[in-house]
């Protein structure tokens, strides 16, 4: 197992390879529509061929590699057109999605959600890369939740195919001070509408939460 460098907390070298790659196409290391490949990206970490092939499958998922034919990888590069429609297949689904877990989350669901919402705002606002880190994961793990509690297998799958998360990564990072603190007490209100077992809250709130997140999107990363 290898170390990480920040935290100290140990880690396997798929994992590495993923937070290695995935912060340098975040940094801008490598152009939008830039050609990769895995041996390039196995020699530039000094690592086998192995853990970067997984690191690369979780980033192709993620949206932020495409394969190309034969061996090589393209950079993903998002369209204004192609953001418009991830932002507005995600506020349909997951509207739709807070509204079922209000309906059939867990005790322990509920609570997981809250302690989420919690998550992040103790992160906010953020300093360093860490802070963004944070923010990040609990983000993805909060919306993965809500899909599950909200027990629909064919809309989890159908969402799967929509969300990038490295747009979604990449939205939180153009946020202002306001801005995310505003995107953390959305969170924190979907989470109260889910407790409180109340629908049409529940997918109001997450309407709202999404609509700011379109915004933050179309202003940045659409032009």
Known sequence: MARAEDGGERLGAAELAYRAIRKRIF????AENERVTEAEFAESLAMSRTPVRE???RLILEGLLTREAGPGLRVVGLGADEIEQI????LLL????ARRAAGFASAGERAQLADLALQMQAHVPPRNDADYEAITEANRAFHQLILTAARSPRLEAMLSLVVNLGLVSLTFKSYDEAAIRRSAAHHKEIAEAILAGDADWAGAAMQTHLHAAT???RRNFGS
């Open 27 to 30: 940094s801008g290391h490598y």
């Open 55 to 57: 690191a690369v499958k």
């Open 87 to 90: 932002f507005a297949m995600r």
């Open 94 to 97: 997951e509207s739709y999605a």
């Open 215 to 217: 915004a933050a999107a």
